[in-house]
C-alpha cells in the first residue's frame, strides 16, 4: 500500500471509530489485522509495542481521571474502569500509521515531540466533540494534561524507530 492509502485508511479508521464505534469496529479490526499482515515482523512488535504504551498511558490517564467515557449502559461498571474496546483498537490504528507512514516523516525526536504536544490533545478534543463518547472537566487543564504525554510518546516512539526499520538512514537519528 502507499502511504497516501495507509494514511487515508487511517483516518477512515478514526473517524469511524468515533463516530460510529459500535459499527466501525469489525472494519476497523479487519483494516488492522490485514496491515499488519503486510508488515515485516520488526514493524509488527512495534505496532504492538507503540499500541501497548498508548492503552497504558490513556489508562492511567482514565485512572487519574483526567478523562472519562460515556456509560452507554452495558458494561456498568466495568466500563468506567477500562478503556472501551473503540479506543483499544484506535490504538492498535493510530501505531499503525506511526510505523509504516509518520516515522518516516519525523526522523528528529524534538519534531515529533512538538507534534506530539499538539496534534494528540487536539485529536482527543476533536473526537470528544464529534463523538461525545469522552467526557473531560476542564478543557484547558486536559490539553495542558495531555500535551506532555503526547510529546513523550511520539518522541519515544520515533527515537526507538531503528528497532524496526530496516532503512540505514533511520538508524542515525539526529538528535539535534
Not at 500500500?1 to 495507509?6: A, C, E, G, V, Y
Not at 478514526?14 to 520488526?42: D, H, T
Not at 461525545?132 to 494534561?145: I, K, N, P, S, Y
Amino acid at each position: 500500500m502507499t502511504k497516501l492509502l495507509q494514511f487515508t485508511g487511517f483516518k477512515l479508521c478514526w473517524f469511524g471509530l468515533i463516530l460510529i464505534p459500535n459499527l466501525a469496529i469489525w472494519p476497523a479490526l479487519l483494516y488492522l489485522l490485514c496491515s499488519l499482515w503486510q508488515l515485516g515482523a520488526k514493524a509488527r512488535l512495534a505496532v504492538v509495542g507503540i499500541s501497548i504504551a498508548g492503552i497504558s498511558m490513556d489508562t492511567l490517564l482514565l485512572k487519574n481521571a483526567v478523562f472519562s467515557f460515556v456509560d452507554t449502559g452495558y458494561l456498568s461498571p466495568w466500563f468506567t474502569l477500562c478503556l472501551p474496546l473503540w479506543l483499544l483498537l484506535l490504538w492498535g490504528c493510530f501505531a499503525l500509521v506511526l510505523v509504516q507512514v509518520l516515522a518516516g516523516w519525523l526522523r528528529h525526536w524534538w519534531l515529533a515531540a512538538l507534534v506530539g504536544a499538539v496534534t494528540g490533545p487536539l485529536a482527543y478534543w476533536g473526537g470528544a466533540a464529534l463523538g461525545g463518547q469522552l467526557v473531560f472537566a476542564d478543557t484547558t487543564t486536559f490539553l495542558l494534561t495531555l500535551a506532555p504525554c503526547w510529546a513523550l510518546l511520539l518522541a519515544l516512539a520515533v527515537y526507538c524507530r531503528f528497532l524496526w526499520s530496516d532503512d540505514d538512514a533511520s538508524k542515525t537519528l539526529s538528535v539535534h
